[in-house]
């Protein structure tokens, strides 16, 4: 027998290899795992009983772990406890499977809804749909045929995440996409079947624009003359600070006064992110961009908000994003962006009103995007405060989290339907 649920009802996020309750910033822990986090406590703030569900990568970690009232993380044992890049993690899945199947049985729960994020905990969810009355939500966060447009070597795992996303958008009760772009993407190439909603990802808006740009500056020593060009981010190829460092080096940028720029998240040393992290310090060097460029290394949710309110533009340079929440953490925080044209980016920011877009890749676009805010000061804090209104009345995670659950309760009784239909 399962016991009954409590309040609007119990709902597992699950989310492989992003797990929510990792530090932020670290390698493997981006948007991804900051979506499932502060939707997950916002779910539980309405009355969810959330439970997310993550592989267990490391011994030394709690297997369960209680964020706030009825919202926890639980790490399942699926493969080596260890990091395992997530193009590696497909075969330790039914492992998970089972694990998640023990999971309920031993604490006799049934979850009647699941909403997977990432490829890989969609094929997790429909393995367990075959086996409970279960409803199906999916969030992409990446789309593989989107992906592998930009990258270089294509994975071995490839084909079987391009089937697998195919399947996911075709059988699935429902995907959310994040912007209009990622639903036109999900269309054009992966299916024209299956049901799509748009619910946006979302941010603190409390967190970020509490603190004004003087204090901001005062608190991490910048002066009210320099003007101060930042990234947020995680240290991998696709993110294009390459693109970035090398429009701070064309000539317009290069010969303003007072530029400086910060570069900001974790790295490991010998690890991809580590790697790609002297790579770009070798870029920064060769340009003799080293005096006005600093590393500030991952920062923590204390800290971030006086780095966004102390910069002048905060620069979303990826290859591809299908949301960017760094991209509205700083329009929270009054920033304007310049950002990648791509994606759910062109969603986010909206062109002349709340920042810039420029195409990927070209460093001489970003640099003149970059320096049209630079020199036009009261330009920039018009961007600034449209750029936070917008982000207050479109991407609270409150408001997200309303919409998920509109969307779980009529999921949820559309099963209790079927099943009393069955039952009959």
């Excluded at 609007?8 to 989310?15: C, F, P, T, V």
């Excluded at 005096?291 to 920062?299: C, D, E, I």
């Excluded at 810039?356 to 001489?364: H, I």
């Amino acid at each position: 027998m399962f016991s009954a649920n409590k309040g609007k009802g119990r709902i597992a996020l699950i989310s492989v290899h992003g797990d929510p309750a990792i530090e932020f910033g670290k390698e493997e822990a981006g948007g991804q795992n900051v979506y499932v986090r502060r939707v997950g406590e916002a779910l539980a703030r309405l009355g969810w009983q959330v439970d997310m569900f993550t592989r267990w990568a490391n011994p030394a970690q709690l297997t369960l772990v209680e964020h706030t009232p009825g919202c926890r993380t639980i790490r399942l044992a699926a493969g080596p406890q260890t990091h395992i890049g997530r193009d590696d993690l497909f075969e330790y899945l039914p492992e998970f499977v089972n694990e998640f199947l023990r999971f309920q049985h031993s604490n006799s729960i049934l979850y009647s809804l699941v909403h997977t994020n990432y490829w890989l905990s969609s094929w997790v969810g429909m393995e367990i749909s075959k086996q409970q009355p279960t409803r199906q939500i999916h969030t992409y966060h990446s789309l593989g045929a989107v992906k592998y447009q930009s990258v270089s070597t294509i994975p071995m795992i490839a084909k079987t995440r391009l089937n697998v996303e195919k399947r996911c958008l075709e059988t699935v009760d429902c995907v959310v996409a994040t912007s209009p772009q990622e639903k036109e993407h999900m269309r054009s190439l992966v299916s024209t079947q299956g049901n799509i909603d748009i619910i946006p990802c979302g941010t603190d808006t409390k967190a970020f624009g509490k603190v004004d740009r003087p204090t901001a500056r005062q608190q991490l020593g910048i002066t009210p003359e320099e003007k101060v060009v930042l990234y947020v981010g995680r240290f991998d190829p696709r993110k294009g600070i390459e693109t970035l460092v090398r429009a701070m080096g064309q000539p317009d940028l290069r010969n303003l006064p007072s530029v400086k720029l910060m570069i900001a998240g974790g790295s490991t040393p010998g690890e991809k992110d580590g790697l790609e992290r002297d790579r770009i310090e070798s870029i920064v060097a060769e340009l003799g961009l080293s005096g006005n460029t600093v590393f500030p290394g991952r920062l923590d949710h204390t800290q971030l908000p006086f780095y966004y309110a102390a910069a002048d533009v905060c620069i979303v340079p990826s290859h591809y994003e299908p949301f960017g929440l760094v991209a509205i953490e700083a329009m929270a925080s009054g920033t304007p962006v310049v950002a990648s044209d791509v994606g759910g980016l062109q969603f986010t920011v909206v062109p002349e009103e709340t920042g810039l877009l420029a195409p990927a890749q070209n460093e001489a676009a970003f640099a003149a995007a970059i320096h049209r805010i630079l020199v036009n000061p009261a330009w920039r804090e018009q961007l600034g405060r449209a750029a936070r209104q917008r982000v207050q009345s479109h991407f609270s995670w409150d408001g997200v989290a309303a919409q998920l659950s509109e969307l779980y309760a009529s999921q949820i009784a559309l099963n209790r339907e079927f099943l009393s239909t069955s039952a009959s």
